[in-house]
């Protein structure tokens, strides 16, 4: 925890010294929190989305399956890559811009540390990658994204976007996609196979998998025994695989916190000048000493006064 620690008071720091960095592009709904008085989870829960209307929670959901039967095969789908380049974003035809290099040097300690972890036969799940903030408008959907197709251009890995931020999806309008099926109806539906709301891409290696149905019991869904039945599947049936979870911020839902426990690694989006340390604090203790968290801090400025779209703190 001491780099973690030193990499706080490089927020504090930041805040004083550097110069605001022009402004990101932002996933349409992810609105930032309204100033306030009041302690910043109260501000967090303020804003919280109002619920909608969802269909009941089953009594008793059948194990969630994963089937090898090879005659379900996932639909493709074509992600508006014009639309990507537009918003400033890793695309595979886009070169060598600033943000593909942020992000080249971003996911390399993420993917030594999932197979690095495998090949010692540890069993914590290291492929499986939350990405979170503590409140929304920090980035943390615009760096899932990028994170997905850096890694989906790797020759040697295959990955698996998940939006599992069930309550605001986002990644499918930063996408070009409408959301769909996908993660809530698999566990709320034993006969939907992962094959069935599970979509390929025109981006090769990459896959993703759409949040579903809202639904006011999610955060017991994400909890279930189902829920555990597929993680564990998905992280153990294809060995090159790294899935990467858009969560819901920390400091806003439970989803978060339910989602972070059965994670192998946890990407913290810090905003720059933006993000307090008392924001950063209170992510870290939530989500535990025992977590393998890392911070990623976003939209700052390098040395040379180049934008810096990351900097990546373990």
């Not at 300690?109 to 409140?135: C, E, R």
């Amino acid at each position: 925890m001491s780099i973690i620690e030193k990499a706080i008071g490089k927020l504090e720091r930041g805040r004083k010294e550097t110069p605001q960095a022009p402004a990101m592009p932002r996933a349409p709904e992810e609105v930032p929190a309204p100033a306030s008085a009041s302690p910043i989870v109260e501000q967090a829960m303020a804003i919280a989305a109002p619920v909608t209307k969802e269909a009941s929670i089953p009594q008793s959901a059948p194990p969630t399956q994963v089937s090898s039967d090879s005659s379900r095969r996932s639909r493709r789908i074509d992600i508006n890559l014009t639309r990507l380049h537009e918003l400033g974003m890793v695309t595979p035809d886009g070169g060598r811009t600033p943000i593909a290099e942020e992000f080249r040097l971003i996911k390399r300690p993420l993917i030594d540390k999932a197979f690095n972890q495998a090949a010692s036969g540890a069993n914590n799940h290291g492929n499986l990658v939350m990405v979170t903030s503590s409140l929304p408008g920090e980035g943390k959907t615009f760096c899932a994204v990028n994170l997905a197709i850096s890694i989906a251009m790797e020759m040697d890995h295959t990955v698996l976007l998940v939006d599992a931020d069930v309550a605001r999806p986002s990644v499918p309008q930063f996408l070009g996609l409408k959301n769909e099926a996908g993660l809530m109806d698999i566990l709320l539906d034993d006969k939907l196979d992962l094959a069935d709301v599970m979509l390929k891409t025109n981006i090769d290696s990459l896959s993703f998998l759409p949040a579903g149905r809202s639904h006011r019991h999610a955060t017991e869904l994400l909890a279930s025994q189902n829920m555990s039945r597929l993680l564990d599947e998905i992280a153990r049936r294809y060995p090159d695989r790294i899935v990467i979870f858009d969560s819901p911020p920390v400091l806003l839902t439970t989803e978060s916190r339910v989602l972070a426990s059965q994670m192998g690694q946890i990407v913290v989006v810090v905003e720059a000048q933006k993000t307090t340390q008392h924001a950063v604090k209170s992510v870290l203790r939530q989500l535990g000493s025992s977590a393998n968290v890392s911070l990623l801090y976003n939209k700052s400025r390098g040395f040379t006064g180049e934008e810096y779209y990351g900097r990546y703190y373990n």
